[in-house]
């Protein structure tokens, strides 16, 4: 049953990244090795109540996982649907590519930490739709947003899930992993971005035509102020209270849906409901989402077999060194999800072999965190952003995962040249 998970997975990953050749939507795929994945589980497990447990426990985190999503995206629609991003984009007087390059990249980077990747990248991608018409700029420009939100995500303890993981496990203390990998996170970011400077160099963008300009709406400027505000209170709010970050998004959800509908109270119906959350659930990427609970189901199903337990396994008990097991695990994650793999590892290594602050809890954190940018579906970012740019699996391969992967390379040896610095003086 095992070996049969595996070729599932296998040929369902890779009728997604043909998805374009074979015409069949990647959702659809996504949700087929899921359930079949699971279904074998049933099989492969003894007890179908210990099977149910185990599916409704991984469920449950998945959900978590998928209702942060659908908030995060409900509201930067409801910001846009005002033309409230607006402001942002008449703050920005420049034309040439390659600085809005770099405001994208920068504002990227720190929002990811602040906010955390997932919500950071959906907020950015519809910024740059914004700022750019031409589709194949477009996609150069989101591409570098999944790089960055991964980059800035890894070293702040709120910016990405693995690096939470480790915070709240214990591994590793929140000014420790600031201080000792946000130059190798910066430069995961910064050196694609610089390559990718010379490509656009010397471009500007189109101005954009008064027809394709939605009309002014007064209550823009303060639909986009609540709406930041409260996707900035999410992780405040997980801070303070010690619920998951889904619970945040709710409440933001709830707060931004309740505001809303006392701004446009005094308008017609059919004014009120096309600036309404509820129009915004309608116009949001559904299939996005689904797919999304198609790849979690299915890489939650072959950690319960054991399979990423056992992988990573197999690498530690091999491969003595920290440094290139951190490599390994880091581009692990761009295969498959980079939660389990973490959590495998916290399971694998004891606080007594590894210590709080520990030089390899901070590489796996930077690892995991940034690695699963050198491929579109290694990341919550990249499902995200391929989802609502409809992103071809080959063209990024093709594109971006080299860029990305001497981002990844060049941060990592970094940190270790960080640390042996450190070690000699």
Not at 128 to 142: E, I, T
Not at 242 to 258: R, S, V
Request: proline letters at 3%; one cysteine or more.
């Amino acid at each position: 049953m095992i070996e049969l998970a595996i070729i599932t997975f296998i040929l369902g990953y890779i009728a997604i990244a043909f998805e374009h050749k074979i015409q069949i939507d990647k959702a659809s795929t996504a949700l087929g090795i899921g359930v079949l994945c699971w279904l074998l589980y049933f099989y492969y497990n003894p007890s179908y109540a210990n099977a149910e447990t185990e599916l409704l426990h991984h469920f449950g985190e998945i959900s978590a996982i998928l209702f942060f999503l659908l908030g995060a995206m409900t509201i930067v629609e409801v910001v846009d649907s005002h033309n409230g991003f607006k402001i942002v984009t008449e703050t920005i007087h420049t034309k040439s590519k390659p600085k809005i390059l770099i405001l994208v990249t920068i504002a990227t980077f720190f929002l990811s930490a602040i906010l955390d990747n997932l919500t950071t990248s959906i907020v950015m991608t519809s910024l740059c739709a914004k700022l750019l018409r031409d589709k194949k700029d477009r996609l150069w420009f989101v591409s570098m947003v999944i790089i960055a939100a991964n980059a800035g995500g890894a070293w702040s303890p709120l910016g990405d899930v693995t690096t939470t993981m480790l915070w709240i496990g214990g591994q590793i203390t929140a000014l420790n992993i600031i201080r000792s990998t946000f130059i190798p996170s910066l430069i995961v970011a910064a050196i694609p971005m610089f390559i990718l400077l010379f490509k656009f160099r010397g471009q500007v963008i189109e101005n954009i035509s008064e027809k394709e300009t939605p009309k002014y709406i007064p209550e823009g400027n303060l639909i986009l102020i609540i709406g930041v505000s409260l996707l900035v209170f999410v992780p405040a709010f997980k801070t303070i209270t010690h619920m998951p970050p889904f619970m945040g998004m709710l409440l933001a959800l709830g707060t931004l849906w309740f505001a809303s509908s006392i701004i446009h109270l005094r308008k017609l119906a059919e004014e009120r409901y096309k600036y309404s959350v509820t129009h915004a659930l309608r116009k949001i990427d559904t299939s996005s989402i689904l797919f999304f609970l198609g790849i979690l189901l299915a890489v939650s199903a072959l950690e319960s077999f054991g399979i990423l337990s056992n992988l990573a396994l197999f690498i530690t008990n091999n491969i003595k060194n920290e440094y290139i097991t951190g490599t390994l695990l880091g581009l692990l994650s761009a295969l498959v999800d980079n939660v389990p793999l973490v959590a495998a590892a916290q399971g694998m290594f004891s606080m007594e072999m590894y210590p709080t602050d520990h030089v390899f809890w901070q590489f796996l954190a930077l690892s995991t965190g940034s690695g699963g940018s050198t491929i579109i579906i290694g990341s919550a970012a990249g499902v995200a952003v391929m989802g609502i740019e409809k992103i071809d699996f080959f063209w990024y391969l093709k594109n971006i995962s080299l860029l990305a992967l001497i981002g990844f390379i060049a941060g990592l040896g970094v940190f270790i040249l960080q640390q042996w610095l450190m070690y000699k003086f």
